[in-house]
T-cell receptor, first 114, second 111 residues
Framework: NAGVTQTPKFQVLKTGQSMTLQCAQD?????MSWYRQDPGMGLRLIHYSVGAGITDQGEVPNGYNVSRSTTEDFPLRLLSAAPSQTSVYFC?????????????FGQGTRLTVV | TQLLEQSPQFLSIQEGENLTVYCNSSSVFSSLQWYRQEPGEGPVLLVT?????EVKKLKRLTFQFGDARKDSSLHITAAQPGDTGLYLC???????????FGKGTLLTVNP
């Protein structure tokens, strides 16, 4: 089973550029979310979705957009990249209410903004 | 805002030693999860505890949820180099479908 697949694994952007981080899961999970992981900060929630067509903001949503047109895909868009968005990004999915069921994480996308 | 404080932040021990990692909050969580993350990988779930006072064992790992559901601990007996990694606690539940993560404990077990 593929589980949660994130692409790309590494990316370097120039300040002001835009890009989309892809996330796909093949487990038919309703719940999907995006986190960023920074040294000494742990994992912080950016956006999440409880089903196709439904998204909401997390703890650090500024500078990011999401959409959920299908159950499988949950892309994260950086509108105008800034050095402060240099981080490792993780997508996660869960088959039930997150926190009560297992969250499956992708391998992450390491993003550097110069 | 719910916060989870993990301690210690770093821990370096010798193979065979015991250790305990703590996860504390002033907030009540309906569930508490522990994840382990290896370099270059995403976190992987170790355990979920949902009942105050609950104790779960996973081989040499013992997890406990505090009676008031505000804190948790992870105890490793006779640590091995394969236990090396970043241990994260995460609180969940509530109406917002969110996981709140602690900052993690980076464990190194030296042979």
């Amino acid at each position: 089973n593929a589980g949660v697949t994130q692409t790309p694994k590494f990316q370097v952007l120039k300040t002001g550029q835009s890009m989309t981080l892809q996330c796909a899961q093949d487990m038919n999970h309703e719940y999907m979310s995006w986190y960023r992981q920074d040294p000494g900060m742990g994992l912080r929630l950016i956006h999440y979705s409880v089903g196709a067509g439904i998204t909401d903001q997390g703890e650090v949503p500024n500078g990011y957009n999401v959409s959920r047109s299908t159950t499988e895909d949950f892309p994260l868009r950086l509108l105008s990249a800034a050095p402060s968005q240099t981080s490792v990004y993780f997508c996660a999915s869960s088959y039930g209410r997150i926190g009560n069921t297992e969250a499956f994480f992708g391998q992450g996308t390491r993003l550097t903004v110069v | 805002t719910q916060l989870l404080e993990q301690s210690p932040q770093f821990l370096s021990i010798q193979e065979g030693e015991n250790l305990t990692v703590y996860c504390n909050s002033s907030s009540v969580f309906s569930s508490l999860q522990w994840y382990r993350q290896e370099p270059g990988e995403g976190p992987v779930l170790l355990v979920t505890v949902v009942t105050g006072g609950e104790v779960k064992k996973l081989k040499r790992l013992t997890f406990q949820f505090g009676d008031a559901r505000k804190d948790s601990s992870l105890h490793i007996t006779a640590a091995q180099p394969g236990d090396t990694g970043l241990y994260l606690c995460a609180g969940g539940g509530g109406s917002n479908y969110k996981l709140t993560f602690g900052k993690g404990t980076l464990l190194t077990v030296n042979p």
